[in-house]
């Protein structure tokens, strides 16, 4: 592969560089799927990997071409400052390392070429082809006993997905995936030019949107509904100004929901599941720590009481969870410890770590994508974006190393898009050589 040719390079620097973003790309994606310690480890090796001396300059170039490499760090160093009010240092320290990729990773990525189309596809077969491996391997095991997993799902016990378990942020990486997927189907040349990758693409698509059903986890299943609608709405509209192209996408989705909820067992239990806890709600009976949602809007309300008690500096990264347990004991006594958590909103969490005015800058870094300008896939950043938005709504995250790598990962890979559009720096300082004529 030309990738890897040394005469595709301008030096042995910036093949020796790119060589290794690609191999620790790679470990991170599969370190995601199958071992956090290799994400971790990936994640160090990435960052070590931007500081290769001759290649400084066009690394500086790639991190500020986006502002979301910025407050990224400031956001980490927002929770170092939080040591000197968390009380519970111990806690700290564990939530310090954990947020630590917010530093390494949005300088590591900036090692990878990924405005040369060569490294993107790269990049995008290797990610795609882990994951289309791990969904078999889920399968695989799912359908050995898919009755008794099936039966399982009723008690809230997902089947295996990934090493760490998380399936909620797995579904939502698949429909990102998704996303990335449309994006490299309609501008990347060499997807619309290479019949075999193209297929496997369209194959990727229509396997995860399956899987995706089946695991029936609500925060993938609504990022997927998003995703599909917004991107039939874009596709239809580019080639049809009619109304009946801005209909159809809605359409189409209701008709992909109906046939799986007739099809996938999981997700017909899911809706059922969701539909009783609405049913609850609306009967005004109390809410019910052992149904998921309750658990997720008891957080949400005892959260909400201490942030206004917490509401100038916050507790402190470290106190979030000792301060959330008194509020449990006091509104709920009747919940277990083990279901104590964090408030399930990532903005009511950092505000109550960090106070109203240090808790700006997740605010910053989650919008500062959409004023961000970039001509080529713009919208694609966007709807990534609006989905992470979203789901920080209800979900903290941002709190698990999974949530951490999954949020920087995809938005550093959305926003070098625009690294196709900016360079400017002399052509002595760049990775690739550019083609010659003739």
Known sequence: MEIFKLSTYNSKQAHLQSLFAITFLALLVIGYIASRALMSLSVGLLFLNAFWPANIAIVKQRFLSNKFSIFSIIYFLVCLLSYFWSSNKETWVSEALLQLPFLLLPIGFCSAPLEHK?????????????????????????????????VDYKNSNPFPSTSSGDHIRYSLWLAFLVLLSAYHLYFEEAFKTNKVLKYFTWFAIFLFI???????????????????????????????????????????????????????????????????????????????????????????????????????????IGDVLDVMKKGYQQAYPEVPEHLKFMPFNQYMLNFLAYGWLLGLPLIFLSFISFFDKQKKGQYFVSLGTAIFILTFMFEGSLQRQTGIFQYLFMSLWLLSFKWQQILTIKNSNLIFKSPQKG
Do not use: C
């Open 118 to 150: 060569l490294f993107r596809k790269e990049l995008f077969q290797i990610t795609i082809i882990a994951t289309v491996i791990a969904v078999f391997i889920s399968l695989g095991i799912y359908f050995m006993d898919f009755k008794a997993y099936t």
């Open 210 to 316: 399956a899987y995706i059903h089946l695991l029936a986890a609500k925060t993938g299943l609504l990022a997927l509904y998003i995703i599909l609608i917004a991107m039939a709405y874009y596709f239809f509209t580019k080639k049809y100004n009619s109304l009946f192209a801005r209909i159809i996408p809605f359409i189409g989705a209701i008709g992909v929901f109906g046939i799986m909820y007739w099809a996938v067992p999981t997700f017909q239990i899911k809706v059922d599941y969701v539909l009783h806890e609405v049913n609850v709600i609306n009967n005004n009976e109390r809410l019910n720590y052992n149904l998921s949602d309750h658990g997720r809007l008891i957080s949400l309300e005892i959260g909400a009481k201490e942030l206004k008690d917490n509401s100038f500096l916050g507790t402190g």
